[in-house]
């Protein structure tokens, strides 16, 4: 079955203490995103990826990184969480970023930083 | 940074009436534009796209209009269903690279 799996589903955590949220995908697809999405504000694109070691920022970058060492998976990684970044979180894949009718999304992370 | 949004934050129709969500966009070298939906507890999925150089796209029951006039999108959807309520996003890109979402329209599909 086509998917995008993330984990963890919810995370409840305290400020400053680094965490990653990881996200696989099993289509062999090439582009690789991240969304945030809070109330009132729709989704908010953090980073994407249009290959295995090329990422860029998107829309809102600051306190995130990424990663792309392998295709399947893309990384979220908040070095220093801060409660602004409560939040919840979605990853997000399609066949390239030409494709975005390939797209599939994750089922979300709820991100919750004390 | 660019701006897509939406009109209404809430519809309600009645089962087997059309529904019509619309979207307002900002940047005009936009050229791709996609309606996703979102239901309870789920990422969203997507449904239809259109891009800049047509006017309208059909799909199964659902149709989007782009007017680049006014900078305005539309989704409609025909014969609505139950299932059919959920929370409605736009969005475009101009490079494909970023995508730029509305807020979203939540539509409630009265029985």
């Known amino acids: 079955e086509a998917q995008v799996t993330q984990n963890p589903r919810y995370l409840i955590t305290v400020t400053g203490k680094k965490l990653t949220v990881t996200c696989s995908q099993n289509m062999n697809h090439e582009y690789m995103s991240w969304y945030r999405q809070d109330p009132g504000l729709g989704l908010r694109q953090i980073y994407y990826s249009m290959n295995v070691e090329v990422t860029d920022k998107g829309d809102v970058p600051e306190g995130y990184k990424v990663s792309r060492k392998e295709k399947r998976n893309f990384p979220l990684i908040l070095e220093s969480p801060s409660p602004n970044q409560t939040s919840l979180y979605f990853c997000?894949?399609?066949?390239?970023?030409?494709?975005?009718?390939?797209?599939?999304f994750g089922p979300g992370t709820r991100l919750t930083v004390l | 940074g660019e701006s897509v949004g939406l009109h209404l934050p809430t519809l309600s129709v009645q089962e087997g009436d059309n529904s019509i969500i619309n979207c307002a966009y900002s940047n005009s070298a936009s050229d791709y534009f996609i309606w996703y939906k979102q239901e309870s507890g789920k990422g969203p999925q997507f449904i239809i796209d259109i891009r800049s150089n047509m006017d309208k796209r059909q799909g199964q029951r659902v149709t989007v209009l782009l007017n680049k006039t006014v900078k305005h999108l539309s989704l409609q959807i025909a014969a609505t269903q139950p299932g059919d309520s959920a929370v409605y996003f736009c969005a475009d890109t101009y490079n494909f690279n970023k995508f730029y979402f509305g807020s979203g329209t939540k539509l409630n599909v009265k029985p």
């Open positions: 997000a894949s399609s066949l390239a970023a030409g494709v975005p009718d390939t797209q599939y």
